[in-house]
């Protein structure tokens, strides 16, 4: 039994060593990776933009966030760079923020319950939604 223990505390000492080690370099080429998904998500966005509407652009991110396969971290934050992107390039939509809410640095009880509500009635499952639908918020109440 003596053995496991030696064997188990050397091999955590070991993981430390190595992730001390190598460590920065993991997350330095993590975060270089991921700011270039988020940029090409830009370019998307800015593509469809060009192409569509305020709503265009915010069903495709819908359906995008939906339809993703990475992890829910990922997905929400492409899905967040495509729509701010889409937006800065698309057209007007008549009514786009009626009955949207007023945008709350801090998300209030009614807030909360308008985008749960929203992302129900699209039935949309996905949590990036409701980042979306805050963003909507902020959008329309620039």
Do not use: H
């Not at 991921?34 to 192409?51: A, F, L, M, P, W």
């Not at 701010?84 to 801090?106: H, I, M, R």
């Amino acid at each position: 039994m003596r053995r496991f223990w030696l064997g188990l505390l050397l091999a955590v000492l070991v993981g430390v060593v190595y992730g001390w080690l190598y460590g920065p370099e993991w997350l330095e080429s993590w975060n270089e990776t991921n700011q270039q998904v988020v940029e090409q998500q830009k370019r998307e966005g800015v593509e469809v933009g060009q192409q569509t509407d305020q709503q265009g652009c915010l069903s495709t991110a819908l359906q995008r966030v939906e339809s993703c396969k990475e992890s829910e971290y990922r997905c929400t934050v492409n899905g967040g760079a495509f729509l701010k992107a889409c937006w800065n390039k698309s057209l007007p939509t008549e009514g786009f923020c009626d009955q949207v809410p007023a945008y709350n640095e801090s998300a209030t009880a009614d807030d909360k319950a308008w985008v749960k509500d929203t992302c129900s009635e699209l039935g949309i499952l996905a949590k990036g939604c409701r980042l979306l639908m805050r963003q909507q918020q902020q959008f329309c109440s620039q």
